[in-house]
T-cell receptor, first 112, second 116 residues
């Protein structure tokens, strides 16, 4: 059963804490993306990666970090430097030379 | 920078009506435009993708048109049903200078409610 999985579905962060959101895909896609969605807002790009061990900042990368050690995985860390992390986080992937992005089910991050 | 606007922000209609959702974008140098559906608390599902060289795409009761020169797209939903209730997002796809990695620019969406 191919697709993109994100975990956990809900995540609670305490002040000053770093948390990591998981994104895994078994679609053999090269490119992966992280978006943030706030209520009533469109998706904003945080980071993206075209190949393993390479990634670029999107429009709102401050306070976030990523890694791409494996093709299947693109975890996002929300650091303590991100002062307003409460949002819905969506991961997506795309096959090179194809144009459709496929999205995971999302992780909702809440601050305690 | 590409700006994508969707009108209306919300729409509530009785079952059976034909609907038009609007999307406009500021930079006409796009590769394609996609319409997505998002159910509450869920990820996005791609509905239709229109290449920049195309004028429209159809899938079942959905028809999307693209006028690149004027920076506009419309999503037409025929004979709406309660199951169509969701948020519909428009996104334009363009390549960044010096990179083969296309990126999507999203509108804020139209929240559609179809009541029985």
């Amino acid at each position: 059963d191919g697709g993109i999985t994100q975990s956990p579905k809900y995540l609670f962060r305490k002040e000053g804490q770093n948390v990591t959101l998981s994104c895994e895909q078994n679609l053999n896609h090269d490119a992966m993306y992280w978006y943030r969605q706030d209520p009533g807002q469109g998706l904003r790009l945080i980071y993206y990666s075209q190949i393993v061990n390479d990634f670029q900042k999107g429009d709102i990368a401050e306070g976030y970090s990523v890694s791409r050690e494996k093709k299947e995985s693109f975890p996002l860390t929300v650091t303590s430097a991100q002062k307003n992390p409460t949002a819905f986080y969506l991961c997506a992937s795309r096959k090179t030379h194809e144009e459709t992005q496929y999205f995971g089910p999302g992780t909702r991050l809440l601050v305690l | 920078k590409q700006e994508v606007t969707q009108i209306p922000a919300a729409l509530s209609v009785p079952e059976g009506e034909n609907l038009v959702l609007n999307c406009s974008f500021t930079d006409s140098a796009i590769y394609n435009l996609q319409w997505f559906r998002q159910d509450p608390g869920k990820g996005l599902t791609s509905l239709l993708l229109i290449q920049s060289s195309q004028r429209e795409q159809t899938s079942g009761r959905l028809n999307a048109s693209l006028d690149k020169s004027s920076g506009r797209s419309t999503l037409y939903i025929a004979a709406s049903q309660p199951g169509d209730s969701a948020t519909y997002l428009c996104a334009v796809h363009r390549g960044d200078r010096g990179s083969t990695l296309g990126r999507l620019y999203f509108g804020r969406g139209t929240q559609l409610t179809v009541w029985p």
